[in-house]
Nanobody
């Protein structure tokens, strides 16, 4: 059973950086992708970045491209989201998600597995 556990959220001042972690386990093959989403109060869930486990290919939403960086560490099966230049509008619950077809983009329906989320609050 695939399990995803996020960590690293917290309260941070605008302009600062934060790194989120997603510890992944339970995959039956190396062909999967992991994505980061966020869900702000009153808004729909938004896809931010995705990385392929097999070849490291990445893709970003335009809203975060250039500020957020997704990466992976295969030694500990962890995917990271480095967030720089944080803004109050980045406040949300951040979740990682996984799919096992080999490549998923940034749509919620593509992902079968979800973590519980970690809260990020950016103060002005």
């Amino acid at each position: 059973e695939v399990q995803l556990v996020e960590s690293g959220g917290g309260l941070v001042q605008a302009g600062k950086s934060l790194r989120l972690s997603c510890a992944a386990s339970g995959f039956t093959s190396d062909t999967y992708t992991i994505a980061w989403f966020r869900h702000a109060l009153g808004k729909k869930r938004e896809g931010l970045a995705v990385i392929s486990n097999s070849d490291g290919r990445t893709m970003y939403a335009k809203s975060v491209e250039g500020r957020f960086t997704i990466s992976k560490d295969n030694t500990n099966n962890t995917v990271y989201l480095e967030m720089d230049g944080l803004k109050p509008e980045d406040t949300a619950v951040y979740l990682c998600a996984a799919e096992e077809t080999g490549w998923g983009e940034l749509e919620v329906f593509e992902y079968d597995y979800w973590g519980q989320g970690t809260q990020v609050t950016v103060s002005s």
